[in-house]
Structures are given as C-alpha cells and as structure tokens.
C-alpha cells in the first residue's frame, strides 16, 4: 500500500463496499468507495430510488447541520449524515482522491468508530495518482469560543491534536488525548474509540427521531449510576471517550479539503465547535497559505514548502 503521506495524491486501488445500519436511521445502508482522479478530492453521491443522485464536495461550505453529527447538505431528504467516522479514516491514511457512493441518507455506523473503515481501505490498498499533494499550513492563531467551550489554530510544523473534555460525570471527568497525526497513531491510538452516549438520554433522542440504530454493539453506553453498561467494557483504558473526540475532530477538519500543517486545539468542543473553528480559518486568507511539500506531514520543516496559488486550489469553495 502507498502511503499517504509522502507528498503525492493517492486514490483507493479499486471499488470496495460496506454494508451497515445508520445510527440515527436505524436503517440499512451501503456505501463503496470508488478510484477517482487526481484533484477529485472526496465526494459523496447519494443516490436515490428513484434515479435522482445527490452530489456533495468532502468540503466546510457543504457542512449543514452539526448538532449530533457532521452532515453535508442543507435539506434531509438530500444530505449525507455521520461523515466523521469515514472522514476521518481517509485523512489519517492520506486517500486524497475518492467518490463513495452512499445507498441510504447516512454512513453506516459499523461498531461506533473508525476502525471498519481503515480496514476496508487497507484491504484494497492506495495507489499514487503522480501529482503533488497539497497541504494548508497555518501561518496564524485562529480562535473562537462559545460559553465555556473554544477551539484554536496554531502554527506549527506538522500536524498535532490536542483534544480536552470535561463532563459533569464522575466516569469521565476532565480526559485529554494530544498527539502529532500520522497513520500509524490513529490506527493504534483513535481508530478503535466508538462514539457513546448517556442512558438517562436515550428516549429524549428516539422522541426526535435519533440513535434509532444505536445500540450496545456500536455505542459505549453510559448508565444513570455513571458506569459503563457494555459487557466488554471500554476499549482505551478509562479514557476511550476523549480519544472519541478526538477522532471526531481529525474527521471534521478532514473538511478542509486538504491536510492541514499546524496543531488544533479544542477544550469542550465537538462538532458544530470544529466546523466553526474551520469556517473561522478558512475565512481569514491571511491566516494560512496553501502549499506544497515533499517531505512527509508530520516532519515538516519551513524549506519544504512550495507556495502555490491559493484561488485555484480554493479546496474550501463551493
């Protein structure tokens, strides 16, 4: 397999499929990932019943609705929900280029966390399309914050997380998972950490029509006595959940429409803090600059960088 990060842009091998359930649906789903073209960057189609095909760029203008979940589109009955899990596979192996056909409204939630999809993409392998990958690299701070929440940009000669949550739960409390992004610590440290969620929460979501496909097999569950109720108990240790997070947060920035080089922090965020943190980025041109590299991600020194021209790349335009 090619690996991603060393400055080409790649493409999956051939077709492969997965079949699953969504998590707020609770209805079956498939998607295949298929070869694209350099420059092709992720794209979702959606395809319908009745012919009809929804095409939407792995982009932040195409992020609709971040309440429980990354979703691109703006109407339902167009949209592709629960991206993060797959997106943040393909930014972790460096898959550039690929068009996943979705037969269903969501991906499929498989066991809550990324690994199936990392699997999945490892098994048919990458191939390198010849053409030079393109990174934005931060060049400034760029914060937000909202209540006691924030989530920051910073220059920094790689690609670092640093993820903190603090919940009014004894279980988890006050967890942070920080770490230079490459492939092999994704797959060993974030890949396996599955979403979760409180019991004492779960007829308020099905009474909106959510977590209709949630279950023990997909989700750490939470009880009202602040333990884990899954027979297997959790996967990372006691702190699975901010690792979750985490994860979350590669798929979200994986929006960027290309890899970014600096360091992202957050304190309490989640979705909807990850998808303004980079709208607040991107929407600032002097707060980063679009380049090229040879030398790989995670060791990136300043005489590495190409500079090349923001306005034809604009990865984060509609």
């Given at each position: 397999?090619?690996?991603?990060?060393?400055?080409?842009?790649?493409?999956?091998?051939?077709?492969?499929?997965?079949?699953?359930?969504?998590?707020?649906?609770?209805?079956?789903?498939?998607?295949?990932?298929?070869?694209?073209?350099?420059?092709?960057?992720?794209?979702?189609?959606?395809?319908?019943?009745?012919?009809?095909?929804?095409?939407?760029?792995?982009?932040?203008?195409?992020?609709?609705?971040?309440?429980?979940?990354?979703?691109?589109?703006?109407?339902?009955?167009?949209?592709?929900?629960?991206?993060?899990?797959?997106?943040?596979?393909?930014?972790?192996?460096?898959?550039?280029?690929?068009?996943?056909e979705v037969h269903g409204a969501e991906m499929p939630i498989m066991d809550g966390s990324s690994m199936p999809f990392i699997e999945a993409?490892?098994?048919?392998?990458?191939?390198?399309?010849?053409?030079?990958?393109?990174?934005?690299?931060?060049?400034?701070?760029?914060?937000?914050?909202?209540?006691?929440?924030?989530?920051?940009?910073?220059?920094?000669?790689?690609?670092?997380?640093?993820?903190?949550?603090?919940?009014?739960?004894?279980?988890?409390?006050?967890?942070?998972?920080?770490?230079?992004?490459?492939?092999?610590?994704?797959?060993?440290?974030?890949?396996?950490?599955?979403?979760?969620?409180?019991?004492?929460?779960?007829?308020?979501?099905?009474?909106?029509?959510?977590?209709?496909?949630?279950?023990?097999?997909?989700?750490?569950?939470?009880?009202?006595?602040?333990?884990?109720?899954?027979?297997?108990?959790?996967?990372?240790?006691?702190?699975?959940?901010?690792?979750?997070?985490?994860?979350?947060?590669?798929?979200?920035?994986?929006?960027?429409?290309?890899?970014?080089?600096?360091?992202?922090?957050?304190?309490?965020?989640?979705?909807?803090?990850?998808?303004?943190?980079?709208?607040?980025?991107?929407?600032?041109?002097?707060?980063?600059?679009?380049?090229?590299?040879?030398?790989?991600?995670?060791?990136?020194?300043?005489?590495?960088?190409?500079?090349?021209?923001?306005?034809?790349?604009?990865?984060?335009?509609?």
């Amino acid at each position: 397999m090619v690996i991603g990060m060393l400055g080409f842009q790649t493409t999956v091998s051939r077709p492969i499929t997965l079949s699953g359930i969504g998590v707020h649906s609770g209805a079956d789903v498939s998607i295949t990932f298929n070869p694209a073209e350099a420059d092709t960057g992720v794209v979702f189609n959606r395809m319908h019943e009745n012919g009809e095909v929804s095409e939407y760029r792995a982009v932040s203008s195409q992020v609709g609705n971040t309440d429980l979940c990354t979703v691109l589109g703006f109407s339902p009955a167009h949209s592709v929900a629960t991206i993060e899990h797959v997106m943040a596979a393909v930014y972790a192996l460096g898959l550039d280029n690929v068009v996943i056909e979705v037969h269903g409204a969501e991906m499929p939630i498989m066991d809550g966390s990324s690994m199936p999809f990392i699997e999945a993409i490892e098994q048919v392998g990458l191939v390198s399309l010849g053409v030079k990958r393109r990174y934005i690299r931060i060049t400034k701070p760029v914060r937000i914050e909202h209540g006691g929440s924030w989530s920051e940009f910073r220059p920094y000669d790689g690609t670092r997380f640093e993820v903190e949550i603090d919940f009014d739960c004894p279980l988890i409390g006050r967890q942070k998972w920080e770490g230079d992004m490459t492939a092999a610590t994704f797959k060993s440290e974030l890949s396996r950490a599955r979403t979760f969620g409180f019991m004492r929460d779960v007829e308020r979501l099905w009474a909106s029509g959510h977590a209709l496909g949630s279950s023990l097999e997909n989700s750490v569950v939470i009880s009202d006595d602040n333990t884990v109720i899954n027979v297997e108990g959790l996967r990372y240790a006691k702190d699975e959940f901010v690792r979750h997070k985490a994860l979350d947060a590669v798929g979200d920035l994986a929006l960027a429409g290309a890899p970014f080089i600096g360091c992202y922090r957050s304190y309490r965020g989640g979705h909807k803090m990850n998808a303004n943190a980079l709208k607040a980025l991107l929407s600032d041109p002097t707060a980063y600059e679009v380049v090229e590299t040879s030398a790989p991600r995670q060791r990136v020194a300043p005489r590495d960088f190409i500079r090349v021209n923001a306005p034809e790349f604009a990865p984060w335009s509609a």
